[in-house]
């Protein structure tokens, strides 16, 4: 599979659009969430060298930093996404001629349903990271970027949202309840978070 970050943008919309499993609602997530962090790291980027304290010149380095390291990661998880997904498909394309096919294929499935989840999970752990540094990007950006901080903002949460919808997805085909419990409270966790830390930036932002 090629990487879809090597693609020109039309390219990459049109494999969104197409009939193929892969890339689909998940791997959307994640570049929703890179996209994200980008304008954050666009609006730092021009906020910091302006900076007029020490510490907030220091703070906003750091901050770069760590967004610049998650970018990265979040990135990855576009293609990660699909090529997960398309583990289950294959997994469903084994054949079933007997009882122990069947065993076969559905002990492959599970374990590739349960890798297609632990991808959207990453997304959301690397949103929720993000989102922590949103409102010290909020607090120091100038007037002119605040418009770009604030759909940095309403586009990490999408992504995060998005991740968790796919979550629920996947879920609902397991019937391992453990798993499933553990799963959804981390998913609820990170969604709950990162709707504060969402909330503040945005009212720091309105505040400007």
């Given at each position: 599979m090629s990487s879809?970050?090597?693609?020109?943008?039309?390219?990459?919309?049109?494999?969104?659009?197409?009939?193929?499993?892969?890339?689909?609602?998940?791997?959307?997530?994640?570049?929703?969430?890179?996209?994200?962090v980008s304008l954050l790291l666009m609006a730092l980027g021009i906020r910091r060298p302006k900076a007029e304290r020490v510490e907030e010149s220091t703070a906003l380095a750091d901050a770069a930093d760590r967004l610049q390291s998650l970018r990265a990661?979040?990135?990855t998880l576009i293609d990660r996404d699909a090529e997960a997904y398309s583990s289950?498909?294959?997994?469903?394309?084994?054949?079933?001629?007997?009882?122990?096919?069947?065993?076969?294929?559905?002990?492959?499935?599970?374990?590739?349903?349960?890798?297609?989840?632990?991808?959207?999970?990453?997304?959301?752990?690397?949103?929720?990271r993000v989102l922590r540094d949103a409102p010290i990007v909020a607090a120091h950006s100038i007037p002119s970027t605040s418009g770009d901080v604030g759909v940095a903002i309403e586009l990490l949460r999408a992504a995060l949202r998005g991740a968790g919808i796919t979550i629920d997805a996947n879920l609902g085909s397991l019937k391992d309840a453990d798993y499933i419990s553990v799963v959804s409270a981390?998913?609820?966790?990170?969604?709950?978070?990162?709707?504060?830390?969402?909330?503040h930036?945005?009212?720091?932002?309105?505040r400007r």
């Open positions: 879809y970050s090597n693609l020109h943008l039309r390219d990459l919309l049109d494999a969104f659009a197409s009939t193929a499993p892969a890339p689909g609602g998940g791997s959307a997530s994640a570049l929703a969430g890179a996209v994200g990661a979040i990135a289950v498909i294959a997994a469903l394309r084994m054949p079933v001629n007997d009882a122990d096919a069947r065993a076969r294929r559905q002990a492959a499935y599970d374990l590739a349903v349960r890798a297609a989840t632990e991808v959207p999970l990453e997304t959301m752990r690397t949103c929720r981390e998913r609820q966790q990170l969604d709950a978070e990162s709707a504060v830390d969402a909330e930036g945005l009212s720091l932002l309105s």
